[in-house]
Nanobody, 129 residues
Framework: QLQLVESGGGLVHPGGSLRLSCVVS????????IGWVRQAPGKEREGVSC????????KYADSVKGRFTISRDKAKNTVYLQMNSLKPEDTGIYYC??????????????????????WGQGTQVTVSS
């Protein structure tokens, strides 16, 4: 059974940085597209970034391009989201998701609603002065 555990959230001032981690256990990263999805209060979940199973494709939402960077460490089976120049509108619960698609070369920020992803429990990010 695949398990995803997020960490690294917290309270930060506007302009600050955080690095989120998603530790994947139960399978190798090369078998899964990994995504970061956030949910702000009163809003729908939004795909923020993703990395393909092959590691060759990364995508970012327009709202975070140039500020967020996704990366992974296969030896640690961990995916990171480095978040810089944080804004109050980045506030929300950040979830890590995994979709089984071995060695895929393309991930998506907007999967079909019927797609079966694994999810972590989420980590809260609050950007406030």
């Amino acid at each position: 059974q695949l398990q995803l555990v997020e960490s690294g959230g917290g309270l930060v001032h506007p302009g600050g940085s955080l690095r989120l981690s998603c530790v994947v256990s139960g399978s190798a990263l090369v078998d899964f597209d990994i995504g970061w999805v956030r949910q702000a209060p009163g809003k729908e979940r939004e795909g923020v970034s993703c990395i393909s199973a092959s590691g060759k494709n990364m995508k970012y939402a327009d709202s975070v391009k140039g500020r967020f960077t996704i990366s992974r460490d296969k030896a640690k089976n961990t995916v990171y989201l480095q978040m810089n120049s944080l804004k109050p509108e980045d506030t929300g619960i950040y979830y890590c998701s995994a979709f089984w698609t071995p060695y895929s070369h393309m991930c998506t920020l907007a999967p079909d609603k019927g797609r079966l992803d694994y999810w972590g429990q989420g980590t809260q990010v609050t950007v406030s002065s």
